[in-house]
């Protein structure tokens, strides 16, 4: 399964912003995370229409998550980013060639059809079932400290604004 870098960009994005409660500027993630603000910016308007961030004006403007991050499913950010449509599509190769199989006797998937969905439904099923905030926690295990103090820090979030419900789980 090949995912678009943009998938990347938009889970980290998504984990910075489960451990704020103030909007974060495009450019601020953007910077943040080293990227082109550009590429960024189309990965949060694809998020922005799936409904996962939304977008709020004005000075202290920026995007947000619009659920708590244990509601968003890494699969609902790569459909977001990369689409719903599954890796592979069967031509019904079986069909062609000296011996292909006739019509009439195609009357189910072929098998390398069926292998091929079977894997597609589990890959989905293993993204349904990590959700943002499961990455925020792994990431601050990982870290083998509370990074989202460090990033609340670098992007000026004030000391004594409160953490989301949701990140101190």
């Given amino acids: 399964m090949k995912l678009s870098g943009g998938v990347e960009w938009a ?27 550009t590429y960024l910016a189309k990965q949060l308007q694809s998020m922005s229409r799936a409904g996962l961030v ?4 004005g000075q202290a403007g920026g995007y947000v998550l619009t659920r708590s991050a244990d509601s968003i499913t890494v699969l609902d ?4 980013v990369d689409g719903g449509e599954p890796a592979f599509h069967c031509t019904e190769i079986r069909q062609r060639g000296p011996l292909a199989t006739p019509v009439e006797k195609c009357v189910k998937p072929c098998a390398i059809a069926r292998a091929m969905a079977a894997a ?8 349904r079932a990590s959700t943002i905030a499961d990455l925020a926690r792994d990431v601050n295990e990982d870290a083998g400290r509370d ?16 953490l ?6």
């Fill in 11 to 37: 889970l980290h994005c998504c984990v910075v912003l489960s451990g704020v409660t103030v909007p974060v500027p495009a450019a601020k993630l953007a910077e943040f995370h080293d990227v082109s603000p």
């Fill in 54 to 57: 939304r977008s709020v004006q």
């Fill in 77 to 80: 950010v790569v459909d977001a």
């Fill in 120 to 127: 597609d439904r589990a890959w989905r099923e293993a993204l």
């Fill in 147 to 162: 990074v989202m103090i460090g990033v609340r820090g670098w992007l000026g979030v004030p000391a004594g604004h409160p």
């Fill in 164 to 169: 989301p419900l949701h990140a101190t789980r």
